[in-house]
């Protein structure tokens, strides 16, 4: 890699950097950005006057002081644009819309009837999607199975048929918007370890409903393995899941469990033993993993910005 690449991958990822401090925290001023990305006060002044060229920032007021020069207070613009989560079933495709701060525009579920090809439920859903919000910036597509995550193929996803399945790519020819295919748990991993500030730190994430596959982040990255099978859950004899002897090897600080009814949260709770101090039970609404997949687009989408400047 050449010095211009080796400069641009630093202005590609201090952009990142700073749109994903905003994106957790809702608002920051400079000096707050500095302290949390690491970067130099020259380097957020320039990265934020160049996203405020693009008027994908806004100003939001200003900082309280009890003396002294007050400190402007910066945000994602919120009708910059939106993003739409698709969360892929066999007998329904769960949708939402969401602005540039993860506030909920639209929720719908497509059902998909017997006969019915679930790609072309998808083409319709997003249709109509587009139809209904204006300036789509990305759609995160998220199910279960077995996925290339660089290449972006679905190389298995059995509940709805698909083998070496070229998603991003049959999505982005016909809507002509950036996509990103992943396994339905780690967008919703991403989206709850930022909503719960553990987002730099090592946690595993449990979903009920979601018994082949656990997300695992260590030092704040998403744990992939091969074809994103790291997290892989086989039930023992008895049909237990042994998420207590993975807790004891991989040395989490934090567990969160997504769950639906009281029963797998208490028989969750009950198994944890010694890591109940850890342990962090979050509701999970139907519509859970499409906005987790559509927060995961966003952050990935981020990485677009640069070429915008």
């Not at 000096?31 to 806004?58: F, H, P, Q, R």
């Not at 066999?90 to 929720?107: E, G, N, P, R, Y």
């Not at 789509?136 to 070496?164: C, H, K, M, T, Y």
């Amino acid at each position: 890699m050449g010095c211009k690449e080796l400069l641009d991958q630093m202005k590609r990822n201090n952009i990142k950097q700073i749109m994903l401090c905003l994106m957790t925290r809702g608002r920051a001023t400079k000096a707050e950005l500095v302290a949390d990305t690491g970067l130099s006060m020259s380097t957020v002044s320039s990265c934020i006057n160049s996203l405020l060229k693009l008027t994908l920032l806004t100003t939001d007021g200003m900082e309280d002081s009890s003396g002294g020069r007050r400190s402007t207070i910066y945000s994602m613009k919120p009708d910059y644009g939106c993003f739409i989560g698709l969360d892929v079933y066999s007998d329904k495709i769960v949708a939402i819309a969401q602005d540039c701060q993860a506030q909920l525009l639209s929720q719908t579920v497509f059902p998909i009837t017997a006969g019915e090809k679930t790609i072309n439920v998808l083409s319709d859903a997003l249709r109509q999607l587009f139809a209904e919000n204006k300036n789509v910036l990305g759609i995160g597509i998220g199910l279960s199975g077995r996925i290339n995550s660089q290449e972006q193929i679905i190389v298995s996803a059995p509940d709805v048929g698909w083998e070496f399945v070229h998603l991003r790519e049959i999505v982005e020819r016909q809507f002509m918007t950036f996509t990103y295919v992943d396994h339905r748990i780690n967008g919703t991993a991403v989206h709850q370890g930022m909503a719960h500030q553990l987002h730099k730190s090592n946690y595993l994430y449990l979903a009920e409903g979601v018994d082949e596959k656990a997300a695992l982040i260590l030092d704040g990255r998403l744990c992939r393995g091969v074809d994103n099978t790291a997290g892989s859950l086989a039930k023992t004899e008895t049909g237990e899941f042994p998420w207590i002897t993975m807790l004891r090897f991989l040395g989490v600080s934090d567990v969160l469990i997504g769950y639906q009814t009281e029963k797998f949260k208490e028989a969750l709770l009950k198994e944890a033993g010694e890591f109940n101090g850890r342990i962090h039970c979050i509701p999970q609404t139907e519509n859970a993993h499409a906005i987790g997949i559509a927060v995961a687009a966003q952050r990935e989408w981020f990485e677009s910005i640069y070429f915008m400047l």
